[in-house]
């Protein structure tokens, strides 16, 4: 019987992981694997804390998971937590350093266990360094590696991009392919080992291309002066007649042409080479937008290679025709949301069930995975930090 016959989908069915509750990157990174097919259970907190400002039914990095409940600062926390890491592929915790350890269910408390196990670290600075011990967020981790200051205009403060270049890109993605990576060891070799993304280091290592730029003289180090980062008049975003924007990514000459003359400057626009007259051009293209609406402009647009596209909202996104589609986004207990990502021809993924309430699992869990050790505990608590 395959995976499919027995109703489990994804590539990592079979795959169990052990999330300790947090938030942010951490939750992201298990949904991920969550998403992919793999029995995700959260260990959450007796008394909640930790989570975001969003009640525990909207919280979709928390969908396709279970969740039981074990307080690690009881006598016996780290005993029942191992019980589930000796039956589990990978572990991820989002503590500071050296907090598991003071927990009792740190790499080697828990490898005693289980050698194979995958322990994934989650952290913004790292296991070590100067900064290893010191509270952050997102906007810190990716305003050191340099990736902060290129993104925006040159006379204004840097652009923040919400929190989605060093959780999620920087952090989660990395710590999921450090995991895979990792499993895919123990699966050969028999052993597991621990799995340190730290977001500083997933961030520095986006920027590897523009590094290589740098170096080679193509890259100005001062954000809006090149390419890729609004810099040139045919890669960025302009204002149209209802106040909206259309964004433009013209980069090769081909597209460019299309561009212009679909725009109506062919015979007026400065040579796309000539850098001196980006601001001329930049000009006239931004005047041109502003002549007529959003909805005006993506007409003339759609079916051609101009590269341009409306930007639309967080809430407009759904109905665009394209994405509606290849459904890219879905509603699921009453939530749209991005569909899982990305698609796999033999394996293929799903939402499903919603948001795991917290502890709602603990019987479902216990019996799966042959814990039997799983209910709330009475005994005194322990200090962690």
């Known amino acids: 019987m395959t995976v499919q016959d027995k109703g489990v989908h994804g590539p990592l069915a079979g795959v169990r992981v052990v999330e300790l509750a947090g938030i942010g990157p951490g939750p992201f990174a298990a949904m991920l694997l969550a998403d992919l097919g793999a029995d995700v259970v959260r260990v959450d907190r007796p008394r909640g804390g930790g989570g975001l400002v969003i009640t525990s039914e909207y919280d979709i990095t928390n969908r396709n998971k279970r969740s039981v409940i074990i307080d690690l600062k009881a006598a016996d926390g780290a005993d029942r937590l191992l019980d589930l890491v000796e039956r589990a592929d990978v572990l991820i915790e989002g503590y500071r350093p050296g ?30 360094g100067p900064l290893a011990q010191r509270a952050g967020h997102d906007i810190g981790y990716i305003a050191i590696t340099g990736t902060l200051g290129m993104i925006g205009s040159p006379d204004e403060a840097p652009t923040i991009p919400a929190n989605l270049i060093g959780d999620f890109a920087g952090g989660s993605l990395y710590l999921v392919v ?14 597991g080992q621990v799995v340190d993304a730290a977001i500083v280091d997933g961030t520095a290592h986006l920027t590897s291309l523009i590094h290589g730029m740098l170096a080679a003289g193509g890259w100005q180090d001062r954000r809006g002066s090149n390419l890729l980062d609004g810099g040139s008049p045919f890669y960025g975003n302009y204002e149209t007649a209802d106040g909206e924007y259309m964004a433009v990514g013209a980069l ?22 000539d850098v001196a007259r980006w601001a001329e051009l930049r000009e006239a293209v931004a005047a041109r937008f502003k002549a007529r609406t959003r909805d005006e402009w993506t007409a003339v647009f759609e079916d051609t290679d101009a590269c341009v596209a409306p930007v639309l909202s967080l809430r407009e996104a759904p109905g665009h025709p394209h994405l509606a589609a290849r459904g890219t986004f879905v ?50 608590t322990k200090e962690a930090d």
């Not at 990576?181 to 050969?188: D, G, I, S, Y």
């Not at 795991?356 to 209910?375: C, E, I, N, S, Y």
């Open 178 to 191: 450090g995991i895979l990576a990792a499993l895919n060891h123990a699966r050969v070799h028999g052993t």
């Open 252 to 273: 090769e000459q081909q597209f460019y042409d299309e561009f212009i003359a679909l725009l109506g400057l062919p015979d007026e626009a400065p040579p796309r080479k």
């Open 331 to 380: 509603d699921h207990g009453g939530i749209t949301q991005p569909a899982p990502a990305p698609r796999f021809s033999a394996t293929p993924t799903e939402i499903r069930r919603g948001p795991a309430k917290p502890g709602a699992d603990t019987a479902d869990v216990a019996r799966d995975w042959d814990v039997p050790a799983l209910a709330p505990s009475d005994v005194p």
């Open 99 to 128: 907090v598991a350890e003071r927990l009792g269910v740190g790499p080697d408390d828990c490898h005693a266990r289980n050698p194979k196990l995958v322990y994934g670290r989650m952290t913004g600075w790292g296991q070590e």
